[in-house]
T-cell receptor, first 116, second 112 residues
Framework: DSGVTQTPKHLITATGQRVTLRCSPR?????VYWYQQSLDQGLQFLIQ???????AKGNILERFSAQQFPDLHSELNLSSLELGDSALYFC???????????????FGQGTRLTVV | DQQVKQNSPSLSVQEGRISILNCDYT??????FLWYKKYPAEGPTFLIS?????DKNEDGRFTVFLNKSAKHLSLHIVPSQPGDSAVYFC???????????FGKGTRLHILP
């Protein structure tokens, strides 16, 4: 158990709909990262939040957005869903925002999103 | 454009032998590299890391080698065990923007 909790574990929804994925980081971790894993793309970095503020942005579509709340949990909002958005969405957390000898990112078990 | 590349989608190694997983990167600003291991239906778990100021880091059966001039790193598992069968992701970070960039992963099969 990594200490990172993601809900729900599975989600099935129709095209055009909107969903919210939730992530609770490890206790004490200030950074939250969101990743999308699809069959052919591996793990794609979407976005990072550090202590409530957006820190780094990756290949995140405009239809997707995220936020980190004062209690440090984060939500990833996916709207106008398309079939190609079906993937595993992972959240990770780390203590700080920078790369260092002690930085590790701990991952949740992921949310499997299926768009039908 | 993929900044972190794992060119072997899969690898099969006999139990007890050495497993070598390779990773290449293109961005010379990366200064920290990590390997993650992932079992089916689980999130990736951190395995071992190396800073760009080193060329080798060892932790038990796992050793990571970094060749900065070639922009190449490799993970060696010696000896390979059945429980090592998993997908291994190479990842890289830069102090400049804090993103963790992953490769596509290599599926390692340890054969009995």
């Amino acid at each position: 158990d990594s200490g990172v909790t993601q809900t729900p574990k599975h989600l099935i929804t129709a095209t055009g709909q909107r969903v919210t994925l939730r992530c609770s980081p490890r206790s004490g971790d200030l950074s939250v990262y969101w990743y999308q894993q699809s069959l052919d793309q591996g793990l794609q970095f979407l976005i990072q939040y550090y202590n409530g503020e957006e820190r780094a942005k990756g290949n995140i579509l405009e239809r997707f957005s995220a936020q980190q709340f004062p209690d440090l949990h984060s939500e990833l909002n996916l709207s106008s869903l398309e079939l190609g958005d079906s993937a595993l969405y992972f959240c990770a957390s780390s203590v700080d925002a920078g790369a260092s000898l002690d930085t590790e990112a701990f991952f949740g078990q992921g949310t499997r999103l299926t768009v039908v | 454009d993929q900044q972190v590349k794992q060119n072997s989608p899969s690898l099969s190694v006999q139990e007890g032998r050495i497993s070598i997983l390779n990773c290449d990167y293109t961005n010379s600003m990366f200064d920290y590299f990590l390997w993650y291991k992932k079992y089916p239906a689980e999130g990736p778990t951190f395995l071992i890391s190396i800073s760009s100021i080193k060329d080798k880091n060892e932790d038990g059966r796992f050793t990571v080698f970094l060749n900065k001039s070639a922009k190449h790193l490799s993970l060696h598992i010696v000896p390979s065990q059945p429980g090592d069968s998993a997908v291994y992701f190479c990842a890289a970070m830069s102090n400049r923007d804090d993103k963790i960039i992953f490769g596509k992963g290599t599926r390692l099969h340890i054969l009995p």
